[in-house]
């Protein structure tokens, strides 16, 4: 079955296009040490702010650090950033939709409210207040991203678990006496987990934005280690001499941000039973 | 003979909104070992309900109102979720009218197969989901096994319920209305099959259908229900071949017959609102043979020679 959708997938030029972006962005930072020419937290000061060239793809920063190799290890950590806060907002909004929508009543009111408390809060805004009380490094940003983008999931999740548990074989199920912890995870998850997939890689563009940006207000990743936000952050002070410094991580943010989004719309398509 | 299974004046009511709706009035029923039943009636007369409520697997809206059903001197109303979900699946198999929704289109059979073993601590390797497909007569039980449900015809989706029904060796299998989706001669080959697994399960089978003409050959007692209450019960062959009660003359008459070429026979007028029963015998607006008493009493389900009847006027 999966690979049925995968054909269908690849048929989709643009979702080719984005799988290929992916595809590299994912070995970049993967391999990040074998394709920065240079290391990436040291410079040579008398080498700063150098246009491109040979000796440096993308020119240099204001310490005089390569900025290619800069954004190679950046790959590294905006991929990760934008995977691992995915994968606690799928984890946990996937939760907490299936019991909301299963078991509703009192449980149900009690998660859906908290999730209409939630998205009362603009959640760049509520990041941006919770790291302010913690420590700004990667770990505490993945977690407050994943923590903060969980809600539009669980309501999805909640919905279509509504609809697939009013189906027969799931009194079926009950009546060949399956427990109601294998009639959700067993019978219902599979159901529901293609808007799920289509939401998550969705998800991940708008995770790595987000870092980017609080990266580029200094409550990300914090400098020496780079990120495409704060290589952008340095590179707004200079914007007037060194466009490299601007462009190119600029550039970065948005082509993945792009890819991830065909991604998501080419597999929005493929489970979409009309468009077939 | 022995007692397996007994209803005992049970009431369901359906809550809809703001209105209740009595779906099934006490209903009493007796199964021995081996017994098959049918429960016959038209579309809406609770029959349905009452299957479901053996499992205790009503939806939500509905609520049992009073009554007991003891399955083994166990009141299956009174018991917690986990002696219920041994029952369910492990004593008690079901099988439901709808076999294309019955299965969960995501999952491998042999999965959902697995499924049923497991809960109930059966072995559950492959040989024995192959020897289950073969038991309902699925040929190429290995191929079969790793398909989806879509993949499979609407007959052999029902023989895999059977299958999963059956898994654990139960003791009654309750077949609601397992042909209705079917095409004629597949219905046949299913009930065949039915037929073979009572034999070779001993299985107690209560068969829920409105179809008379299937079951003569497969049952032998037969309750015919109407607006949530039993009307007539007894043997099959007593029941079918004389009839006491008009509404069963009526349903019988109404099965047609391929050689006459007339009008079918029809029963005018519909089931009755649940929500707005006439008074008095719930049949007589559509009776053709009401007296004036009809209208006024509820007639009692009584023994009446050779079987139970409730009706004044037979």
């Known amino acids: 079955m999966w690979k049925i959708y995968f054909e269908k997938l690849l048929k989709n030029k643009l979702a080719k296009i984005g799988i290929l972006i992916i595809v590299a962005l994912i070995l970049t930072a993967i391999f990040s040490p074998l394709i920065s020419t240079h290391n990436p937290i040291e410079g040579n000061i008398l080498e700063r702010l150098q246009s491109p060239s040979k000796n440096h793809f993308l020119g240099t920063d204001e310490m005089g650090r390569d900025v290619f190799s800069r954004m190679v290890y950046g790959t590294r950590i905006s991929i990760s950033i934008g995977i691992i806060a995915v994968g606690i907002s799928v984890i946990a909004g996937t939760f907490l939709g299936l019991i909301s929508g299963y078991f509703g009543g009192k449980i149900d009111t009690v998660i859906m409210r908290f999730v209409d408390i939630m998205l009362c809060f603009p959640t760049f805004f509520l990041i941006l207040m919770v790291i302010a009380f913690l420590e700004p490094n990667i770990y505490n940003v993945m977690i407050v991203i994943g923590l903060t983008s969980w809600t539009g999931l669980a309501r999805l999740v909640r919905g279509e678990t509504l609809s697939v548990k009013e189906r027969d074989f799931i009194i079926a199920a009950k009546g060949l006496g399956l427990k109601k912890r294998r009639i959700i995870f067993v019978h219902i998850l599979p159901n529901v987990i293609a808007p799920v997939i289509v939401a998550s890689i969705l998800g991940v563009g708008a995770a790595i934005l987000t870092e980017s940006g609080l990266s580029f207000l200094g409550l990300g990743v914090q400098p020496p280690t780079p990120s495409w936000g704060n290589i952008l952050t340095s590179g707004k002070d200079y914007i007037h001499i060194a466009w490299w410094l601007s462009i190119f991580p600029g550039l970065a943010i948005l082509l993945t941000v792009l890819s991830w989004n065909l991604l998501g719309e080419g597999l929005r398509d493929v489970f979409d039973p009309r468009m077939n | ?314």
Do not use: W
């Open chain 2, 1 to 314: 003979m022995d007692k397996i299974l007994s209803i005992e004046n049970l009431f369901v009511e359906y809550t809809v909104g703001k209105k209740i709706i009595p779906a099934v009035r006490n209903v009493s029923l007796t199964l021995n070992k081996a017994d098959s039943l049918t429960i016959v009636g038209e579309s809406g007369c609770g029959k349905s309900t009452l299957g479901l409520s053996i499992l205790n697997l009503l939806p939500k809206e509905a609520r049992i109102i009073d009554g007991k059903i003891i399955f083994h001197e166990q009141d299956i109303l009174r018991l917690g979720e986990k002696e219920l979900q041994k029952i369910r699946g492990g004593k008690i198999g079901i099988v439901f009218q709808d076999p294309l929704s019955s299965l969960n289109p995501v999952i491998k059979i042999s999965q959902q197969l697995r499924e049923t073993l497991k809960i109930h601590q059966r072995d559950f390797s492959d040989d024995k989901i192959e020897k289950l497909l073969e038991t309902v007569q699925l040929s190429e039980p290995k191929i079969i096994k790793n398909y989806y449900p879509h993949q499979l015809s609407g007959g052999m989706r029902q023989r895999i319920m059977l299958a999963m029904a059956i898994a654990t060796k139960p003791e009654i299998l309750i077949a609601d209305e397992p042909t209705t989706a079917l095409d004629v001669t597949i219905q046949k080959e299913i009930l065949e099959l039915i037929k073979k697994l009572m034999r070779e399960f001993n299985l107690t089978v209560i068969f829920i259908t409105h179809n008379f003409g299937i079951i003569s050959d497969i049952c032998n007692k037969i309750a015919v229900m109407y607006a949530g209450e039993i009307v007539e019960e007894g043997g099959t062959s007593e029941i079918i071949k004389n009839p006491r009660h008009p509404y069963t003359k009526a349903l019988l008459s109404a099965i047609p017959k391929t050689h006459k070429v007339k009008r079918f026979n029809t029963i005018p007028g519909n089931v009755p609102d649940l929500s707005a029963m006439p008074d008095g015998c719930k049949f007589h607006p559509r009776c053709p043979r009401k007296i004036e008493k009809c209208a006024k009493e509820e007639p009692q389900l009584k023994q009446k020679e050779n079987r139970l009847l409730r009706c004044f006027n037979p």
